[in-house]
């Protein structure tokens, strides 16, 4: 069973003991349901759509058959379905903003653990250096691929749209 969010609104601003938001839930590509976090830690609302009740007990009883939240010990249900995928929707654009914001200088990473990192070069003067500047360089760009593999190899991810594709997808250059 395919359990999705669309449309989500976050407001940060509401968001207290939990996030606040809405969302329209999509069960198998269906719209089947409105869901609402009011930011208070309290229960998300799930609203069904007219005729769509027993497509959500469904996803709601799916839910329980999926493994134990590890982290909280918690037995899973579908709100803990749909507050994960709020907080991935919230990474995502935490990831998406930080491309934008810092990877002119920096390779934005992230690994298996959701952990945003930035790798960079210093100049002589301790400032970063460009990335563009590193792949006009020879030497620098094979720095840069090494680095790249380095962290592919430690489980990273990157994310920047200033790198070649093919940097990324290859392995280190022979020097």
Do not use: W
């Amino acid at each position: 069973m395919k359990i999705e969010l669309k449309n989500i609104k976050h407001s940060e601003e509401l968001s207290d003991d939990s996030n606040a938001f809405s969302a329209n839930l999509y069960v198998n590509g269906k719209f089947i349901a409105l869901c609402t976090d009011n930011g208070n830690g309290g229960e998300i609302n799930i609203k069904a759509n007219k005729g769509c009740e027993a497509i959500l007990r469904e996803a709601e009883d799916f839910a329980k058959t999926l493994p134990k939240n590890e982290e909280y010990d918690l037995e899973m249900h579908l709100e803990h379905v749909i507050g994960g995928l709020v907080e991935d929707d919230l990474f995502k654009k935490e990831v998406n903003k930080a491309v934008r914001k810092e990877e002119k200088k920096n390779i934005v990473c992230v690994n298996s653990k959701s952990e945003l990192k930035l790798s960079f070069f210093l100049n002589f003067s301790k400032e970063k250096i460009p990335i563009q500047t590193l792949l006009l360089i020879p030497e620098q760009k094979v720095r840069l691929q090494k680095q790249i593999t380095s962290l592919i190899a430690d489980g990273y991810t990157i994310y920047n749209k200033n790198i070649p594709r093919e940097m990324i997808d290859e392995d280190i250059p022979e020097q």
